[in-house]
């Protein structure tokens, strides 16, 4: 039996570059890939790639069994809210269902993120921390971050692992890190981290470094991120058994690089642009940090988490896949010029 597939999040910057992508991974025949949506207009940007849309509502379990079972989907990609499980909890049972009518294996594969794993939620940072490591599962159980954010979000990669192993699903958490580049797809063209910074320079009108010292953090380019989760589907598709649920955590990252190293090179493309006075990068005291936090909608002690912090997070996984990225870490501060430019032309 042929895998369908269902790509949640398709209108946004990781979900849209992924569906502009399949066509060309020639992975599966289009017929076979599904694409949620939420209107009209995204029904036909899905349909112009030759996909089928689905318009139905995560938050109705009964809802998602029936986009699920009735289209026999054997692989969900969900890359939609990295926060909350219940949608995903039902999208695994769905799963269940299938295999149970087909005998097939199925597949969940949920997008969490590298805060997830960074000093923002009290993982290890005083080493790598690697996405293949075997007590990785432990390690993230043993987790208490402060923020309820991020209690959730530990307890979601958690909760999609534990619900996938009880049903027999096959599980994968799928870590983006700060991922750069423009968008390919009908939706959001521009990412998260990088974005922040832009918005809170614009809001003071110069650029601050919110952490002592010099932390690192993954990095990599979103056609390289896009091309972990192709591969990942490809081996699920030939039947190769890539590690899943307690083993099946993959990062996708090129390497890493030092937050005030990005910040100096986005400064540079900031002040080129007369968004800020200079190019030059200072340590944020209390006023800025109330200012910063103002520009990005959160309260002053949460600019830090949005902008800054450790993340020890390395990646191996991809590697024993066959994935190779095409940009090095240090590309992310070569193109920063042209990420300052698309994200200053879709900044809303």
Sequence with gaps: MPHNVLITGGSGYLGGTLLNRLPAANILPSSNIYASVRSSSQAESVKDYGFTPLAFDFSDAAAVRNAVVENKITVVYFLTDPVNHEAQVSFI?????VKAQTGEDVHFLHTSGAKIFSSHAEAPTDRPLLDTQPDLYDVQKAQRPTLEFFQKAVATNCIV???AEKLRVRSYIFVPCIVYGKGEGFGNKISIQTVAIVKAAKGVGKVYKVDDGKPTWPVCHVI??????????????????PDYGKSGYYLAASGSVAWDDIYSAMAEGLAKRKVV???????ADAQALEKMGAALGVPAEIVAVQIGGKCTFTAEHGSKLGWKPQFAPEHILEASDDEVAVILEHLK
């Design 277 to 283: 006075g200079d190019a030059s990068v200072v340590r």
């Design 224 to 241: 390289d991120n896009t091309n972990l989760y192709l591969e990942l589907l490809r081996k699920i598709v030939a039947g190769e058994d």
């Design 161 to 163: 692992i534990e619900e």
């Design 93 to 97: 049972a769905a799963l269940a269902e």
